[in-house]
């Protein structure tokens, strides 16, 4: 499991952004994203956690949905009337989810493209949130083979990406 160290330095900057979106002040965005660190590490010694990316955004959305209640409950908490505050909504509009469709039919295409093996990794690294090591001990094969089945399958997912403009 990645330590949430590095998952603290790798993800921060997206969580913060994730919160930028949902939260009206900017000391909300900073206290939602340690609020979620906090659960996070109450959570992961008691837990055997598979991806903790995945995980970690969970988390984030709960967080989020609670300090937006919070707010809409006792306006006094954030010093405006409830009704000038603009909640974001999750539901994507419907741009983006034509968007998010003709994105995963480009993945789809790309990764029936590759070798067998090289799907098969593929999907256990990025579908699963398998690690390298674990993904290498399942199909009996090198580290190192599976990096590479890995890379291979991230140019040809792009090189299907850059086909179509957004």
Same mark, same amino acid.
């Given at each position: 499991?990645?330590?949430?160290? !590095?998952? #603290?330095?790798?993800? !921060?900057?997206?969580?913060?952004?994730? =919160?930028?979106?949902?939260?009206? %002040?900017?000391?909300? $965005?900073?206290?939602?994203?340690? !609020?979620? =660190?906090?659960?996070?590490?109450?959570?992961?010694?008691?837990?055997?956690? /598979? %991806?903790?990316?995945?995980?970690?955004?969970?988390?984030?959305?709960? $967080?989020?949905?609670?300090?937006?209640?919070?707010?809409?409950?006792?306006?006094?908490?954030?010093?405006?009337?409830?009704?000038? *505050? /603009?909640?974001?909504?999750?539901?994507?509009?419907? !741009?983006?989810?034509?968007?998010?469709?003709?994105?995963?039919?480009?993945?789809?295409?790309?990764? /029936?493209?590759?070798?067998?093996?090289?799907?098969? $990794?593929?999907?256990?690294?990025?579908? #699963?949130?398998?690690? %390298?090591?674990?993904?290498?001990?399942? *199909?009996?094969?090198?580290? %190192?083979?599976?990096?590479? #089945?890995?890379?291979?399958?991230?140019?040809?997912?792009?090189?299907?990406?850059?086909?179509?403009?957004?």
């Amino acid at each position: 499991m990645t330590s949430i160290e !590095e998952l #603290h330095r790798s993800e !921060e900057g997206r969580l913060k952004r994730f =919160f930028q979106r949902r939260l009206a %002040n900017r000391e909300d $965005v900073a206290d939602a994203a340690q !609020e979620t =660190f906090l659960r996070l590490m109450v959570v992961a010694p008691r837990t055997l956690i /598979e %991806n903790p990316q995945a995980y970690l955004f969970q988390i984030a959305r709960s $967080v989020a949905q609670s300090t937006s209640k919070r707010f809409r409950t006792d306006p006094v908490l954030c010093g405006c009337d409830v009704a000038d *505050l /603009e909640l974001s909504d999750d539901a994507p509009d419907a !741009e983006r989810v034509v968007n998010g469709r003709q994105c995963l039919l480009l993945m789809a295409k790309a990764i /029936e493209e590759l070798p067998r093996r090289c799907q098969e $990794v593929f999907i256990l690294s990025r579908i #699963h949130g398998m690690s %390298n090591g674990e993904i290498a001990a399942r *199909l009996g094969i090198s580290r %190192n083979m599976v990096e590479r #089945h890995i890379i291979r399958a991230l140019l040809q997912t792009r090189r299907m990406r850059g086909e179509i403009s957004f």
